[in-house]
């Protein structure tokens, strides 16, 4: 592969830092609903590569309390913007990179949450109803990293992903739906965190995620599609967490990443000379890290943070 194969850090440290500032930029526009979650993609990216020091801990953390609403406990993509379970979730994993979870009521937080638990054991969004499993592996992340995760019924969020489980082995959306990549590493995740992979045929689902790799290497999020980039995180955590990560090629799955690089500006794409982005690029960033890739820190599987922030949360004294 030659100089293909190296991973240029510092170009996307540029790009990221960069990119922030570029507020009139179309993709700074597009992304504007969903802004917590690209400071969580970046920031993150940052802390992988050793630079989270690159950008003002302050102003970030006066910036994710500027979309806090204090009324309700949970946080909007963007000042002005109504809360919802992710970018809550966003938000709180923003804090702690920084290690800033002091600024927070947690238990306001955690009843907002609590309060989107529906009788069945399944997470809503928001106020307007809408359920997926997403949202229950968000809400499960967001508690345990508060230390609030015994406010709801896990029992039965645990029943609610359990019945989302198909013949495949893998996980949709709902009772149902169709397995999908980034629905399984929610299901896997949220399962792993409240200490029920007992619920998992490990060997069904390994090889559900294990014939996601495309033959250039990458991975896909179901049968009959292109690799992306963003499926190295989503296959190659579940796949950690389920103990069969050898079953796939990551010599392959490292190279299909690192060509979809833009060598020369910085930022990784979905797929090779596609335009790159700040999702892909901390996606891309983040499965090298599974990999044990050089210079990139460890990341968690389950929590999506380095490991050495999932570390001070629960090895240190709890609040």
């Known amino acids: 592969m030659g100089e293909q194969g190296e991973l240029a850090a510092e170009k996307h440290v540029r790009y990221i830092v960069t990119a922030e500032k570029k507020k009139d930029s179309f993709e700074s526009l597009v992304m504007e609903h969903l802004r917590a979650s690209g400071a969580y993609w970046g920031l993150t990216t940052l802390d992988l590569l050793h630079k989270l020091h690159a950008v003002d801990a ?43 979870l002091d600024v927070l009521d947690a238990d306001k937080i955690a009843d907002y949450i609590t309060g989107l638990q529906n009788e069945d054991g399944s997470f809503s969004g928001d106020i307007w109803g809408e359920v997926d499993t997403r949202f229950s592996y968000i809400s499960i992340c967001t508690l345990s990293l508060l230390h609030r995760l015994h406010k709801i019924n896990v029992e039965k969020a645990v029943e609610y992903i359990v019945s989302c489980k198909n013949l495949d082995g893998g996980f949709g959306a709902m009772p149902g739906g169709e397995s999908h ?61 389920i103990d069969r990560v050898h079953w796939i090629d990551k010599e392959k799955l490292a190279k299909f990443i690192l060509n979809c690089q833009d060598k020369e500006n910085g930022g990784i794409s979905d797929r090779p000379d596609n335009a790159v982005d700040i999702y892909h690029t901390y996606f891309g960033v983040a499965g090298l890290s599974l990999m044990e890739y050089p210079g990139v820190k460890p990341i968690d599987p389950a929590y999506a943070l380095p490991l050495d922030v999932v570390n001070r949360i629960f090895l240190t004294k709890q609040q």
């Open 181 to 241: 990549a980034g629905q399984i590493f929610c299901c896997v995740g949220a399962l792993a965190i409240t200490g029920s992979l007992h619920h998992i045929d490990r060997d069904l689902l390994g090889w559900w995620l294990c014939e996601r790799q495309c033959r250039d290497g990458g991975l896909n999020g179901r049968p009959e599609k292109l690799a992306d980039v963003c499926y190295s995180w989503w296959v190659l955590s579940s796949l950690i967490i």
């Open 58 to 100: 302050a102003e970030v953390v006066d910036w994710i309390m500027s979309c806090y609403h204090p009324e309700s406990g949970g946080f909007g993509g963007n000042v002005g913007h109504d809360p919802h379970v992710l970018y809550t979730l966003s938000a709180v994993q923003v804090l702690c990179l920084f290690d800033r």
